[in-house]
């Protein structure tokens, strides 16, 4: 009679199943018989030594260690049996002091065939479909990083690593591939399923704006674009790279193809009239345009514009918590969007920071407005654990730079 193949998940949620059984672990400490078992499994090809596996699953001068071992391997059998498994008690090996996963038993691990069709894909000699097939095979496998509930382990860390960066040089690969049979909407697919694995990798992002030009979808793409901007500057207080700011200025360049009429071009620049209450909020490369804009006016007719900034600081200095930031951005958001003029411009200028257009005004009228954000955002805003900086500097004219 042929026995049961065992399938082991270790790419995002961990999980052992025996043939269409689940096996459940149980109890108020199945994670520590489950992180065995996680080790006994990852390094199943290698000889462990009883004294190397103490040493990674348990810290110095913890109870007695090798008890402990013994009981969890009782228990892993266990789960086993409870799943129906015939080899129950086959499953961990032990001989000469060593503990070791049984590998005469059929076993299927998603890291082990992930790393081989990452291996066999990357051979340029084979046909393009094939390598397509492969790699595609490949990312499908990692639903998430290696074990996500143990990331804190020691062992696991170099591992997480490692499978990490071969699944996105596996993604750069196929995305090419796709890119080169233009293949579109699997590119999309890919793409917008490895943002979601880690929104701060560029490439994803990238492939995701071609993928929508590619299907003719620039106006989306555009939109896309300024979401990714926003979030790289809220999160990490950094702008995107030459590489992605050169597709958006393609993508706006292509917007609209056809020719036009002015009545239709005008119709297309009207703003929804429920979003025009308040300040004008925009992507940072936007205002840096509209800045560029003011300076050569102000060359031309002397005008009077101000940059303001107002952001957030702990009261030791350097940036607040993530979770103090969050909040206490969103709440600024608001009073500059209620405290500015329709006619002023602000943008998200880092993750701590926003930026303020403000013209045609004076140095003391500006200066009224940065106080009346700032009473605004006290009133609404009581945290001790982030502080409101602001400043004011006259703009400086294009013939002055």
């Not at 940036?319 to 709440?331: K, N, S, T």
């Not at 500015?340 to 004076?362: E, K």
Request: proline share 4%; aromatic share 10%.
């Amino acid at each position: 009679m042929q026995q049961p193949c065992i399938h082991i998940a270790m790419l995002g949620e961990f999980q052992v199943k025996v043939g269409d059984a689940v096996v459940s672990g149980g109890g108020a400490r199945a994670n520590q018989i489950w992180n065995l078992l996680q080790y006994l499994v990852a390094f199943r090809h290698k000889t462990l030594s009883q004294e190397e596996i103490i040493d990674a699953m348990w810290e110095e001068g913890t109870g007695d260690p090798a008890s402990a071992l013994k009981n969890r391997v009782y228990r892993i059998r266990t789960a086993f049996a409870r799943a129906g498994a015939p080899y129950a008690k086959d499953v961990i090996r032990l001989s000469g002091g060593v503990y070791a996963w049984n590998n005469d038993l059929p076993c299927q691990v998603d890291t082990e065939i992930f790393e081989d069709c990452c291996a066999r894909a990357a051979a340029p000699s084979l046909p393009q479909a094939q390598r397509i097939a492969l790699y595609r095979q490949a990312v499908d496998l990692y639903k998430g990083d290696f074990l996500p509930a143990a990331c804190f382990m020691s062992w696991v860390i170099p591992l997480s690593r490692h499978y990490h960066t071969l699944y996105f040089k596996s993604v750069q690969s196929l995305l090419e591939l796709y890119e080169a049979t233009e293949d579109y909407e699997a590119m999309y697919e890919v793409a917008n399923s490895a943002a979601g694995i880690d929104k701060f990798e560029e490439a994803p992002h990238k492939y995701i704006l071609l993928s929508l030009m590619g299907q003719g979808k620039q106006a989306q793409a555009l939109n896309y674009y300024n979401y990714v901007s926003d979030l790289f500057y809220r999160e990490m207080g950094v702008g995107l790279s030459e590489e992605l700011r050169a597709l958006y200025q393609q993508i706006a360049r292509t917007v609209k193809t056809a020719r036009t009429d002015l009545d239709v071009l005008r119709e297309d620049m009207r703003e929804d009239p429920a979003s025009i209450n308040g300040a004008f909020y925009c992507e940072y490369e936007v205002f840096k345009n509209l800045y560029r804009i003011e300076a050569r006016a102000a060359g031309r007719h002397g005008s009077s514009t101000y940059l303001g900034l107002l952001g957030l600081s702990a009261p030791e200095g350097g940036e607040p918590a993530r979770d103090v930031l969050e909040r206490g951005m969103e709440a600024l958001y608001r009073c500059i969007m209620d405290s500015l003029r329709r006619g002023d411009v602000f943008s998200r200028c880092s993750a701590s920071q926003y930026v303020l257009l403000l013209s045609p005004i004076t140095y003391e009228d500006g200066q009224i407005v940065l106080t009346r954000i700032e009473k605004n955002f006290k009133r609404v805003y009581h945290s001790r654990k982030a502080a409101l900086v602001r400043n004011l500097q006259p703009l400086i004219p294009v013939d002055e730079w």
